[in-house]
C-alpha cells in the first residue's frame, strides 16, 4: 500500500514568517492529497488538496505544490499567525478505494 | 448541515471487554471510514463502508468489525480490549466511493477517546 512520509514533525517560526511542511508517498497511481490541520482535543480538519493533475493550488495564506514525477508534496503558509499552530498532517489516496493514508503529522508553532 | 457526529465522546474500559462507536454521516454522504489515531501519529485507517457494504479494511485484526445501516451510520465494534487499543477513533464521511469519483473530499467527526485500562 501506500506510504507517506512527512517531514518535520515539529516546526517553531516567529509570527509573520513562512512555514513550509513536506511529504513524499509511494504510490506512483496515488491522486489525491489533502492536508488536514487538528488543533489539539479536536478533529482533523481539512484546510486544502490537490489533485494529481494539479502542479499548484493556493487558497488565500495557504498553498500546496504537487511534484509528480518526486512523488512529493508541500504545504506552504504565509505571514503565519498565532492561531496557525496546530498539528497538520499530510495524506494521499492510493489506488485503492478511498482510504486516505496519513504522514505522521508536524506540529507547527507560530510565536507572536 | 450538522457535520460528522460520533459518539460517545470518551470511554473507559478494561481489558478484555467489548466496546462499540457510533458515528452519523453528513446528510446526503453515503460512505463511512472509520480511523484510529495513536497519540502522536496520524490517523490509520481500519474499514471503509459503502451502500452498508464494507469496501475496505486496513491492517487491524479480526477484533475489530463495523457494519452500516439503511440510513448511513455505522458502528464500529472492537472485542477483546486489549490496553495498545487506547486511541481517538475518527469516523469520516464522503459522498460517493472513490471509485465513482477521485476527487471525494472525507470530513471528519470529533472522535471518540477510548481509554483501555
Known amino acids: 500500500g501506500e506510504n507517506v512520509e512527512q517531514h518535520p514533525s515539529t516546526l517553531s517560526v516567529q509570527e509573520g514568517d513562512s512555514a513550509v511542511i513536506k511529504c513524499t508517498y509511494s504510490?506512483?497511481?496515488?491522486?489525491?492529497f489533502p492536508w488536514y490541520k487538528q488543533e489539539l482535543g479536536k478533529r482533523p480538519q481539512l484546510i486544502i488538496d490537490?489533485?494529481?493533475?494539479?502542479g499548484e493550488k493556493k487558497d488565500q495564506r495557504i498553498a500546496v505544490t504537487l511534484n509528480k514525477t518526486a512523488k512529493h508534496f508541500s504545504l506552504h503558509i504565509t505571514e503565519t499567525q498565532p492561531e496557525d499552530s496546530a498539528v497538520y498532517f499530510c495524506?494521499?489516496?492510493?489506488?485503492?478505494?478511498?482510504?486516505?493514508?496519513f504522514g505522521r503529522g508536524t506540529q507547527l508553532t507560530v510565536w507572536p | 448541515d450538522a457535520g460528522v457526529t460520533q459518539s460517545p465522546t470518551h470511554l473507559i474500559k478494561t481489558r478484555g471487554q467489548q466496546v462499540t462507536l457510533r458515528c452519523s454521516p453528513i446528510?446526503?454522504?453515503?460512505?463511512v471510514s472509520w480511523y484510529q489515531q495513536v497519540l502522536g501519529q496520524g490517523p490509520q485507517f481500519i474499514f471503509q463502508?459503502?451502500?452498508?457494504?464494507?469496501?475496505g479494511r486496513g491492517n487491524f485484526p479480526d477484533r475489530f468489525s463495523a457494519r452500516q445501516f439503511p440510513n448511513y451510520s455505522s458502528e464500529l465494534n472492537v472485542n477483546a480490549l486489549l490496553l495498545g487499543d487506547s486511541a481517538l477513533y475518527l469516523c469520516?464521511?464522503?459522498?460517493?466511493?472513490?471509485?465513482?469519483?477521485?476527487?471525494?473530499?472525507?470530513?471528519f467527526g470529533p472522535g471518540t477517546r477510548l481509554t483501555v485500562l
Open positions: 469520516a464521511s464522503s459522498k460517493l466511493l472513490a471509485g465513482e469519483t477521485s476527487y471525494n473530499e472525507q470530513f
Open positions: 504510490d506512483s497511481a496515488s491522486n489525491y
Open positions: 490537490i489533485r494529481s493533475n494539479v
Open positions: 495524506a494521499g489516496r492510493g489506488s485503492t478505494l478511498g482510504r486516505l493514508y
Open positions: 446528510s446526503g454522504h453515503k460512505s
Open positions: 463502508y459503502y451502500e452498508k457494504e464494507e469496501r
